[in-house]
T-cell receptor, first 117, second 114 residues
Framework: ETGVTQTPRHLVMGMTNKKSLKCEQH?????MYWYKQSAKKPLELMFV???????ENNSVPSRFSPECPNSSHLFLHLHTLQPEDSALYLC????????????????FGEGSWLTVV | AQTVTQSQPEMSVQEAETVTLSCTYD???????LFWYKQPPSRQMILVIR??????QNATENRFSVNFQKAAKSFSLKISDSQLGDAAMYFC???????????FGAGTRLTVKP
């Protein structure tokens, strides 16, 4: 059982659709992340939230819109995506990156497979 | 910018034997953390082992141990008594203390032969 849960696990959407990925962490962490994992590419950090505030946006296109209503929940809203956006989207959480013992370990969810058709 | 390099795209090992996965990194920081994550077919990234750069002693977790060479910026993972369940993608990762981002290598696919 994972401390970070993601839904849906699989999503197929058309280029004109609007959909959302959801992530919830049960670890009491205060930082949450979205990573993108494409075939034959290293994991790419997309967004980071610390205490509900966005602290990192790695030049992600505006068709990806994150939302963090509280420290336990993170959403990724998807709108007018392209086929090249098809990938595994991983949510993760950790204690504040500046934290102490164990504060720098990131814990991942099982990912949401996104296919854009 | 920090980079993480895994030079072995694929490795294989016989069940019950030992295998070492290589990782090198590049950084000018002195305070950082290194990690090995395992990603089985289920795709969930699972932390295998973690090393603080300020600790000289190599981290060990049961059958998993690391060889951390700070001066050489090398961080290899040794898996002893390999089991079929160890088959997965293994990612080496670097994180500077207090930094949001964790940098990952490209991964090594480990096959365990019965």
């Amino acid at each position: 059982e994972t401390g970070v849960t993601q839904t849906p696990r699989h999503l197929v959407m058309g280029m004109t659709n609007k959909k959302s990925l959801k992530c919830e962490q049960h670890l009491g962490h205060n930082a949450m992340y979205w990573y993108k994992q494409s075939a034959k590419k290293p994991l790419e950090l997309m967004f980071v939230y610390n205490f509900k505030e966005q602290t990192e946006n790695n030049s992600v296109p505006s068709r990806f819109s994150p939302e963090c209503p509280n420290s336990s929940h993170l959403f990724l809203h998807l709108h007018t995506l392209q086929p090249e956006d098809s990938a595994l989207y991983l949510c993760a959480s950790s204690q504040d990156p500046g934290g102490g013992q164990g504060g720098n370990t990131i814990y991942f969810g099982e990912g949401s497979w996104l296919t854009v058709v | 910018a920090q980079t993480v390099t895994q030079s072995q795209p694929e490795m294989s090992v016989q069940e019950a034997e030992t295998v070492t996965l290589s990782c090198t990194y590049d950084t000018s920081e002195s305070d950082y953390y290194l990690f090995w994550y395992k990603q089985p077919p289920s795709r969930q990234m699972i932390l295998v082992i973690r090393q603080e750069a300020y600790k000289q002693q190599n981290a060990t977790e049961n059958r998993f141990s690391v060889n951390f060479q700070k001066a050489a910026k090398s961080f290899s993972l040794k898996i002893s008594d390999s089991q079929l369940g160890d088959a997965a993608m293994y990612f080496c990762a670097y994180r500077s203390a207090g930094d949001n981002d964790m940098r990952f290598g490209a991964g090594t696919r480990l096959t365990v032969k019965p």
